[in-house]
């Protein structure tokens, strides 16, 4: 598996991604437009040319959000989630980001336990953020240690 920089060439995959794992996804024009913003990173996982995950996120002054992060069901359990969120993590440290927080379904134990084990820690919630199904967001934050 390979972490690189998300182009053009991985939107069509990535939305396809996308649609297999969200009730409201992005489309490829919303995630094409997001390479254009200078304030975006989007980061792909490859196994050769196949996209098997993918993360992004905006980052305004030193604070960044994750946005969207997802790993392709047949490559689930495999570190592809943590190799990503890892990877991000390290790239906005290096742009100076000294925060970084998401939103996870209050529901996802999976993805809870990951985030917990990144030292990400709950700072808030979002009542009923979610749709199909309704459900609260969880708002996680890790701070970047400065060197």
């Known amino acids: 598996m390979t972490i690189v920089d998300m182009t053009a060439a991985h939107v069509p995959q990535v939305a396809a991604l996308e649609?297999?794992?969200f009730?409201?996804?992005?489309?490829?024009k919303s995630i094409t437009s997001e390479l254009e913003n200078p304030l975006s990173l989007w980061l792909v996982a490859l196994e050769g040319d196949v996209v098997t995950g993918y993360i992004g996120s905006q980052t305004v002054l030193d604070e960044s959000d994750?946005?969207?992060?997802?790993?392709?069901?047949?490559?689930?359990?495999?570190?592809?989630a943590e190799a990503l969120v890892m990877a991000l993590s390290d790239?906005?440290?290096?742009?100076?980001s000294v925060k970084l927080t998401l939103e996870v379904r209050a529901s996802n134990e999976p993805a809870k336990a990951l985030y917990e084990k990144l030292g990400?820690?709950?700072?808030?919630?979002?009542?009923?953020?979610y749709r199909n199904p309704k459900e609260d967001a969880l708002i996680?934050?890790?701070?970047?240690?400065?060197p």
């Not at 990400?120 to 953020?129: H, P, S």
């Open 120 to 129: 990400f820690v709950q700072v808030g919630r979002r009542r009923n953020y």
């Open 140 to 146: 996680l934050q890790k701070i970047h240690e400065i």
């Open 66 to 80: 994750m946005m969207n992060v997802a790993v392709h069901p047949d490559f689930r359990r495999r570190g592809i």
């Open 91 to 96: 790239r906005l440290k290096e742009k100076g």
């Open 19 to 21: 649609a297999l794992c």
């Open 23 to 28: 009730a409201d996804p992005w489309s490829e």
